[in-house]
């Protein structure tokens, strides 16, 4: 049977490139953007089989356009819901830089957003074997962070991991599996910052393992902290 797969925020950047490698690997995809963004990248990877490829609008950060999605997704239900949406924040990064807005915005962007989003998409896994994966990163880790900086991103993406962990402990007896996966340093808009700096992976690297990873440990009933090939991380 085919398996499906929601991504939210799929119109550029890893959430894109995942878009096209599971549509690749046969999936049905569902990839969204916010309102007024341009979707037609994401369009153009359905061309070949425009039943497997749908668009909804959603915007993390927007308590008031959650109804409306769900109701758009209608009575769809997915094998692997993926929250990628993400910001890097102010470059600079330092908690004596930023403004209170600062830390809200990378807050609700990264943790609260995403996490409350899932919480409301529960009911459109599919049971059992449904699957969250949720796009952290390595510097969500306390364990292996023993470097300075970063400091607003770290606390987003620990947050993150810390509240997917507490889905999976509300779900796990129904045989949910919750994935927090880092794809590696990866060539986009945010792994370059705009072009100034030179990531360690492709987006192809990634994106291609990072589906790797999704499809090896789906519907296990586990919650693994992994990286983009596979290699378990400590929380
Ligand atoms: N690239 C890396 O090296 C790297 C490493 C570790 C983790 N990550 C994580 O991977 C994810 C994707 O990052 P990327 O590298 O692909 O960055 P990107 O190219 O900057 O893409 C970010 C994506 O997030 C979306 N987004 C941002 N704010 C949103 C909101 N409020 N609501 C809905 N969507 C929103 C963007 O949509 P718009 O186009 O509308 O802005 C875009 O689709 C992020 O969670 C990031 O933290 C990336």
Redesign the pocket.
């Given at each position: 049977m085919t398996k499906s797969i929601l991504i939210?925020?799929?119109?550029?950047?890893?959430?894109l490139g995942l878009a096209e490698q599971f549509f690749k690997r046969g999936w049905s995809v569902v990839g969204t953007?916010?309102q007024d963004?341009d979707i037609t990248d994401l369009l153009s990877i359905g061309a070949s089989d425009p039943d497997r490829l749908a668009v909804a609008r959603?915007?993390?950060?927007k308590a008031d356009e959650i109804s409306p999605f769900l109701a758009s997704l209608s009575d769809r239900r997915f094998d692997v819901i993926y929250l990628?949406?993400?910001?890097?924040g102010p470059v600079h990064q330092s908690v004596l830089e930023a403004t209170d807005e600062d830390f809200a915005e990378i807050m609700l962007?990264?943790t609260f957003?995403p996490i409350r989003l899932a919480r409301y998409l529960m009911n459109k896994l599919v049971t059992p074997g449904g699957t969250l994966a949720f796009?952290?990163?390595h510097r969500g880790s306390i364990e292996i962070n023993v470097e300075a900086g970063l400091e607003l991103y770290r606390a987003s993406?620990v947050s993150l991991n810390m509240l997917a962990r507490g889905i999976y402990a509300d779900y796990k007896q129904q045989g949910l599996t919750v994935l927090s996966i880092?794809?590696?340093?990866?060539r986009?808009?945010?792994?370059t910052l705009d072009g100034a700096v030179e990531?360690e992976i492709e987006l192809e690297t990634s994106v291609q393992g990072v589906a790797d990873v999704v499809e090896r440990h789906m519907a296990t009933g586990e919650n693994l902290y992994l990286d983009y090939e596979g290699t378990r991380l400590p929380w």
């Open positions: 939210v925020a799929a119109e550029r950047g890893l959430g953007a916010r963004a959603i915007d993390v950060t990628n949406a993400g910001i890097f962007t990264n957003g796009m952290s990163s993406k880092h794809p590696g340093w990866a986009t808009a945010m792994g990531p």
